[in-house]
């Protein structure tokens, strides 16, 4: 159960976890297998679960104000934007997350790169880029069903990178956290190494007004077409 107060940071072991169609998904052919690719396919998975040293680390950060454009949270920090305050409305903590892959796969990219497996560099890349993203939603689905006490909603995670955050956002991430523990640092390009990660905040109360699934809740009786919550690529949470 998640404390009351801001806590210390919590390091998880996370598994691998990839398919072939996750692979698929990232390559842009996500209903159509090509035949010629498939074994290449398989074998990057088998190497991603040779290779990969998958860790994440999380925090709960008290959240002390929600403006119009900004959210105040403890240890002194503010995140601002006017989407940003819209999904943390209602909110009572942010938990901050990261999480990686490791450094062996980019590694292993590389050096295929270098001897001009540019085909299974590709393939290997998408295949991280698939397991990056599923161990994330593993520390997210962890989070729900084992640390949230009853009756608190998880809203949706928010991204550096995205249009309503600007990958800039990736120093609070960084801020928040001690990834450098999970051996992940931050580039002066905002860039996460190892580029097999994936970074987040998510919103976490029981009054908050913005679950992570736009048909539900306030989003189900909202006009806004437009809405990022509509037409990015959000992770859904089931509350
Ligand atoms: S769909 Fe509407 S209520 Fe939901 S996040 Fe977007 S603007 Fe807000």
Same mark, same amino acid.
């Given at each position: ?33 090509? *035949?010629?690719? $498939? ?9 991603? #679960?040779?290779?990969? +040293?998958?860790? %994440? ?92 006490? *009853?009756?608190? $909603? ?9 249009? #309503?955050?600007?990958? +800039?956002?990736? %120093? ?68």
């Amino acid at each position: 159960m998640i404390s009351m107060h801001s806590e210390e940071p919590i390091i998880l072991e996370i598994p691998v976890e990839i398919a072939g169609e996750d692979v698929w998904g990232v390559l842009g052919s996500k209903d159509r297998v090509h *035949d010629k690719l $498939k074994d290449e396919v398989s074998e990057a998975v088998d190497t991603v #679960y040779n290779i990969a +040293t998958p860790k %994440a680390v999380f925090r709960t950060i008290n959240v002390l104000e929600v403006g119009s454009n900004f959210v105040k949270l403890e240890s002194d920090m503010e995140i601002r934007g006017k989407f940003i305050s819209h999904l943390f409305g209602g909110a009572e903590k942010a938990i901050f997350i990261a999480a990686t892959m490791g450094a062996e796969l980019d590694r292993k990219i590389s050096q295929l790169m270098e001897n001009g497996d540019n085909i299974e560099a590709v393939i290997l890349d998408s295949a991280g880029t698939a397991a990056a993203f599923n161990g994330f939603t593993h520390v997210l689905n962890y989070l729900m069903t084992r640390a949230l006490p *009853d009756g608190w $909603k998880m809203g949706t995670c928010l991204r550096p990178g995205q249009t #309503y955050w600007d990958i +800039t956002g990736q %120093a609070m991430v960084f801020k928040a956290l001690p990834a450098h523990l999970i051996g992940m640092e931050l580039l002066e390009s905002s860039f996460m190494k190892p580029q097999k990660s994936q970074s987040g905040i998510v919103p976490i109360g029981s009054q908050l007004h913005i679950s992570s699934d736009p048909s539900q809740g306030y989003c189900k009786y909202c006009p806004a077409s437009n809405c990022p919550m509509r037409i990015e690529p959000f992770i859904e949470i089931v509350n």
